[in-house]
């Protein structure tokens, strides 16, 4: 396995297969559309708002997190805002999601950020990714709640 990687614009296809995986798994509404997604994270890589860290066994991208680094809209101070990360099954349990964590923690305190925000889906892993946040120094925030129009 490789060690984490930040992603560039040029690579974006290289999360083609995650990005698939991700929204199939979490029955995320909408689904994954790789047009919308590299023009979004596109304009994102290319201001510098956004990072995508990937981690790689040989070429294929096994875990990645997708962030962005902006001020918040009360106090201005700068926060890093997780979007996504997905791991694959077979890559779970190995220790892969905290070296995103890392990757991504040393990346917000190197950009100055005052907090970091995680989300999490509901999901059948919702119990597990909740622990691995409180085990990592994080504390429940808010629920997010979603209706398709």
């Not at 614009?9 to 979490?26: K, M, N, P, Q, Y």
């Not at 990645?64 to 890559?91: I, P, Q, T």
């Not at 190995?94 to 305190?109: H, R, S, V, Y």
């Not at 005052?114 to 119990?127: C, D, F, N, S, V």
Request: hydrophobic content about 40%; glycine content about 10%; aromatic content about 12%.
């Amino acid at each position: 396995m490789t060690p984490t990687e930040k992603l560039t614009i040029d690579r974006l296809s290289d999360v083609r297969e995650i990005g698939h995986a991700f929204t199939a798994e979490v029955n995320y509404p909408g689904g994954f559309e790789f047009g919308a997604f590299a023009s979004h994270w596109g304009s994102l890589l290319e201001t510098g708002i956004g990072e995508i860290f990937v981690i790689r066994d040989g070429a294929r991208v096994v875990a990645a997190l997708g962030c962005a680094f902006v001020d918040d809209c009360f106090s201005g101070r700068k926060m890093a805002c997780e979007n996504w990360w997905f791991a694959h099954k077979e890559y779970r349990g190995i220790g892969i999601a905290n070296q995103l964590f890392d990757a991504f923690e040393a990346e917000a305190t190197k950009r100055g950020a005052r907090k970091i925000i995680m989300g999490r889906l509901e999901t059948p892993q919702a119990e597990k990714l909740e622990a691995l946040y409180i085990r990592r120094g994080y504390k429940p925030l808010e629920k997010t709640f979603v209706r398709d129009l």
